[in-house]
């Protein structure tokens, strides 16, 4: 079974551009999770998507925002770019759902590391 | 709010047993660990539910302390693949919507 891929590995961009961040979730999967990972701040939530709906979302501003497609597939966008999102993005796929579903554990991809200069 | 893990660092030789703490300053439901290795994806490595038993396998094993809200990693007779760093997740309820907020890590080195 294919485990959950990011696209692309790495990124740099300036500041004020934008950037779109993608993950294909494990087949099956209905579930997709982000997370910003920096040194010292662990991973940091940003928002949950369960079958094309956002169920959750972190304290990150406006500028973050993201999207699941039928097939579950999820797409992260930042909008005018700051020195401070540098960080390695995180996305993890989950079967989802309710009740002990809601409760299956996190696959995660490899990331996508961004380099705003 | 975000868990506290401690120790935020430790280095122990082969063999030595370790404890890594996660508290929460509110009530939680569920607690998650997951170890990540340098440059890897994190993995899952258990849930902890509220009213739940102590979970573990073999040489990892963890507790959840509801009413003191804290939950305790032990690895027994550590081995060189357990270097990395290790997070705690929590839940404060049993609704699925609910997000999981994880701690800032545990960062282990095992040395020969």
């Known amino acids: 079974k294919a485990g959950v891929t990011q696209t692309p590995r790495y990124l740099i961009k300036t500041r004020g551009q934008q950037v779109t961040l993608s993950c294909s979730p494990i087949s099956g999967h209905r579930s997709v999770s982000w997370y910003q990972q920096t040194p010292g701040q662990g991973l940091q939530f940003l928002f949950e998507?369960?079958?094309?709906?956002?169920?959750n979302k972190g304290n990150f501003p406006g500028r973050f925002s993201g999207r699941q497609f039928s097939n579950s597939r999820s797409e992260m966008n930042v909008s005018t770019l700051e020195l401070g999102d540098s960080a390695l993005y995180l996305c993890?796929?989950?079967?989802?759902?309710?009740?002990?579903?809601?409760?299956?554990?996190?696959?995660f991809g490899n990331g996508t590391r961004l380099t705003v200069t | 709010q975000q868990p506290v893990q401690s120790p935020q660092a430790v280095i122990l030789r082969e063999g030595e047993d370790a404890v890594i703490n996660c508290s929460s300053s509110?009530?939680?439901?569920?607690v998650h660990w997951y170890r990540q290795k340098h440059g890897e994806a994190p993995v899952f490595l258990m849930i902890l539910l509220k009213g739940g038993e102590q979970k573990g396998h073999e040489k990892i094993s963890a507790s959840f302390n509801e009413k003191k809200q804290q939950s305790s990693l032990y690895l027994t007779a550590s081995q060189l693949s357990y270097s990395g760093t290790y997070f705690c997740?929590?839940?404060?309820?049993?609704?699925?919507?609910?997000?999981?907020?994880f701690g800032t890590g545990t960062r282990l080195t095992i040395i020969p």
């Open positions: 997740g929590t839940r404060g309820s049993n609704f699925g919507n609910e997000k999981l907020t």
């Open positions: 509110k009530a939680l439901y569920s």
């Open positions: 998507y369960f079958s094309e709906t956002q169920r």
């Open positions: 993890a796929s989950s079967l989802g759902g309710f009740g002990l579903l809601s409760y299956s554990p996190l696959h």
